[in-house]
């Protein structure tokens, strides 16, 4: 059994960065895609980005291109989303997912690809 936990949410201010975890455990992960979606109040939950745990191939929305930047640790078993020049659209509960992903070279985009979930860390940015 897929287990993943968030932390690292918090309240923070426009401009600041903030850092989320991921711990995975359950498996081996080597065939997995892992992400980050985001879900605001009232929104449907969005794509993020995302990280092939194999080579460490990473892809990112429009939203988060050059702002917030995915890694992984293998020996650790941990994802971590360092996210900078945070802003108050980015207010969201986040959510780490992971997928067997044998056959493609890169993350998926949809929600619906994941099947296993972390319960969510809230990130809220003050303007």
């Known amino acids: 059994q897929v287990l993943l936990v968030e932390s690292g949410g918090g309240s923070v201010q426009a401009g600041d960065t903030l850092r989320l975890l991921c711990i995975v455990s359950?498996?081996?992960?080597?065939?997995?895609?892992m992400a980050w979606f985001r879900q605001a109040s009232g929104k449907v939950r969005e794509y993020v980005g995302g990280i092939m745990w194999r080579d460490g191939t990473t892809h990112y929305s429009d939203s988060a291109f050059g702002r917030f930047r995915i890694s992984r640790d293998t020996s650790k078993n941990t994802m971590t989303m360092r996210m900078t020049w945070l802003k108050s659209e980015d207010t969201a509960v986040y959510y780490c997912?992971?997928?067997?992903?044998?056959?493609?070279?890169?993350?998926?985009?949809?929600?619906?690809?994941?099947?296993?979930w972390g319960q969510g860390t809230q990130v809220t940015v003050s303007s």
């Open positions: 359950g498996r081996n992960f080597d065939n997995y895609a």
């Open positions: 997912a992971a997928q067997d992903v044998s056959s493609r070279a890169t993350s998926p985009r949809w929600d619906y690809e994941y099947n296993d």
